[in-house]
C-alpha cells in the first residue's frame, strides 16, 4: 500500500489497471478546481486510487461535478469520486468512535442511510452498520436520504464521511443524465 494512503480525503474508482491513468486525471482535475498541490496515489488495491486535496473534499466534488457537466471528456478514467472526512483503522471501535463524533452532521430532522464498501477485509458489512448505525439516533431513509454515511473500507484503512447525495460523484451515471 502506497505512503499516501494513511493520509486522504478523495477515493477514486477506476478500470481495473487503469489506476496510474485514474491517479494522473484525478491529479489534473484537482489542479484545474484550485489545488495546484493536490496528492493522488495508487492504493494497491485495483480500480481504486487516493488523493489528498486542500479543498474540503465534499466541495472537491461538487467541483468535479461542475467540470463532469461543462466538460465530460476530460473524465476518461474515473468512474466515481467519493469524498472522506476521517481515515481510521479498520477496526469496529474506530469507526463506531469516528461515526459518533460526526453523526451531529445529521441534523435531527434529517434521515440518512449506511453505505459500505469493502475491499480487502474480512469484517462483515452487516457488523459494520449495525456499529456505525447505532450511534446514530435518526431516521433511516434507504431510498432516498438526506444524507449518506459513506463508510469505505482500504483494507487495514477506512475512509468516512457524512455527505449528501449530490456529494458523491459517478461518473458514467451523470454522463447518461
Do not use: W
Amino acid at each position: 500500500m502506497c505512503t499516501l494512503l494513511k493520509d486522504f480525503n478523495l477515493i477514486g474508482t477506476t478500470y481495473r489497471r487503469s489506476e496510474g491513468q485514474a491517479r494522473s486525471e484525478l491529479r489534473y482535475l484537482l489542479e484545474q478546481i484550485g489545488d495546484p498541490n493536490a496528492l493522488a496515489d495508487r492504493t494497491g488495491i485495483s480500480g481504486v486510487v487516493v488523493a489528498k486535496t486542500t479543498i474540503r473534499s465534499t466541495e472537491a466534488v461538487r467541483k468535479l461535478r461542475e467540470i463532469l457537466q461543462a466538460r465530460p471528456y476530460e473524465f476518461r478514467f474515473l468512474l466515481r469520486v467519493l469524498p472522506v472526512e476521517r481515515v481510521v483503522h479498520t477496526d469496529i471501535e474506530d469507526i463506531q468512535g469516528a461515526v459518533k463524533e460526526m453523526s451531529s452532521e445529521i441534523a435531527d430532522n434529517e434521515t440518512f442511510r449506511v453505505t459500505v464498501e469493502k475491499r480487502f477485509t474480512t469484517t462483515s458489512s452487516k457488523d459494520i452498520i449495525e456499529a456505525a448505525a447505532m450511534n446514530v439516533k435518526r431516521k433511516v431513509n434507504l431510498s432516498n436520504p438526506d444524507k449518506i454515511l459513506l463508510i469505505e473500507v482500504l483494507g487495514r484503512l477506512t475512509g468516512i464521511c457524512v455527505a449528501k447525495p449530490d456529494e458523491i460523484l459517478s461518473v458514467l451515471k451523470e454522463k447518461v443524465l
